[in-house]
């Protein structure tokens, strides 16, 4: 089992940035990809972007590709979700995941492993 904590939400004007922690703990030499996903109000939960633990391999949602980046430090065991340029559609809660298993990167039911979630705001 992987337990994650988010960090690093919070209100910003739009054209701002942003950058979100998960810091994974536990079966940790298990995790295969980490992920980011997003629910705004009334809508399902998306992809945003994911990296392949070891091999650093980076995936995007097309909504964001060019304004975020997603990385991992293995120093500080922490992934990383930097993100620029925010426009008010990015107005959600951000959630990080963890997968062990090796399947798609991007699909939300590749990964067993959620964090609590943190706000994001972008106001206009």
């Known amino acids: 089992q992987v337990q994650l904590v988010e960090s690093g939400g919070g209100l910003v004007q739009a054209g701002g940035s942003l950058r979100l922690s998960c810091a994974p703990s536990?079966?940790?030499?298990?995790?295969?990809?980490m992920g980011w996903f997003r629910q705004a109000p009334g809508k399902e939960r998306e992809f945003v972007a994911a990296i392949r633990w070891s091999a650093g391999y980076t995936y995007y949602a097309d909504s964001v590709k060019g304004r975020f980046t997603v990385s991992r430090d293995y120093a500080k065991n922490t992934v990383y979700l930097q993100m620029n340029s925010l426009k008010p559609e990015d107005t959600a809660v951000y959630y990080c995941?963890?997968?062990?298993?090796?399947?798609?990167?991007?699909?939300?039911?590749?990964?067993?492993?959620w964090g609590q979630g943190t706000q994001v705001t972008v106001s206009s």
């Open positions: 536990g079966r940790t030499f298990s995790v295969y990809t």
């Open positions: 995941a963890a997968s062990t298993a090796i399947k798609s990167a991007t699909r939300l039911d590749s990964f067993g492993s």
